[in-house]
């Protein structure tokens, strides 16, 4: 079993039973964005790919491109293993992909990949690191285990023009009698930005992106703690609201 491989297994076991777990060993513990990738990729292959986040490189060195393994759809459920006792997510734009994205020469123009996106979604990036608190995993560890994502939630649809377009967003939690205002604003000057980014950077891996992926592109209030068992309601105003209540994995 190739290094890689056996950091893939382990990170894969430890999604799966919820748990978290000290720094990977030494002996295949990345120390590179290809490594970290590679891992992914093996991920991948053991894992069928439900969708990918993404974001456009926040400092030289690093890049936020990882596979996403579990999409939840438009249900009133959602589940995710706890983190520090509450349920972590973060409120973002999704991107269904209509048609495939295969690897060509050259980079994809914006109208290209604009066109291979079937729908635009609401949605919930479900959040848990897979390493213990006091591990202090390095930034390559992170990126192998996904950036802390466990799956996301893609909801109700809304206008894929504006969707793409989005910047900023008033947003409305309510659990109960407890009510949140927040104001959303997107890392990147428009929704659509990482997902250019991520087309083109997997293209030039080799990296095909395939019909039906549920693509995410960063969250507009980083993470929100929210209760669980407790409906809730999320509206992006002006755009769409929906409710669903968030149940341990």
């Known amino acids: ?90 409120p973002e734009i999704c991107f269904v992909l209509s048609k495939n994205i295969p690897v060509k020469t050259g980079e994809y123009s914006e109208a290209e990949i604009i066109d291979a996106i079937g729908s635009a979604h609401m949605a919930l990036e479900l959040m ?12 390559y560890e992170s990126l192998a285990d996904c950036m802390f994502n466990q799956g996301v939630y893609v909801g109700p649809k809304i206008d894929i023009g504006t969707a793409i377009n989005l910047s900023k967003v008033k947003i409305i939690v309510a659990q109960g009698d407890a009510i949140r205002e927040l104001d959303g604003i997107h890392p990147n000057a428009r929704a659509i930005d990482g997902l250019l980014w991520l087309v083109n950077y997997m293209n030039s891996r080799g990296v095909e992106l395939k019909a039906g992926a549920a693509i995410i592109t960063g969250s507009f209030k980083g993470i929100v703690n929210m209760a669980f068992d407790v409906e809730t309601t999320i509206s992006y105003k002006e755009l769409g609201e929906y409710k669903v209540t968030f149940k341990r994995a």
Do not use: H
């Not at 009133?76 to 972590?88: G, H, Y």
């Not at 848990?128 to 930034?139: G, I, L, M, N």
């Open 1 to 90: 079993m190739t290094a890689f491989k056996q950091a893939a297994q382990e990170l894969l076991n430890r999604r799966k039973a919820g748990v978290k777990a000290p720094r990977l060993d030494e002996s295949y513990r990345p120390t590179s964005i290809d490594d970290a990738l590679a891992i992914q990729l093996e991920m991948a292959s053991i894992e069928p790919i439900g969708g990918w986040k993404c974001l456009l490189p926040p400092a030289e060195g690093k890049v936020i491109a990882a596979p996403i393994f579990n999409v939840q759809k438009n249900n009133a459920i959602v589940e995710l293993f706890e983190d520090k006792a509450v349920a972590r997510v973060e």
């Open 128 to 139: 848990q690191s897979r390493y213990a608190d006091d591990a202090k995993p390095s930034f």
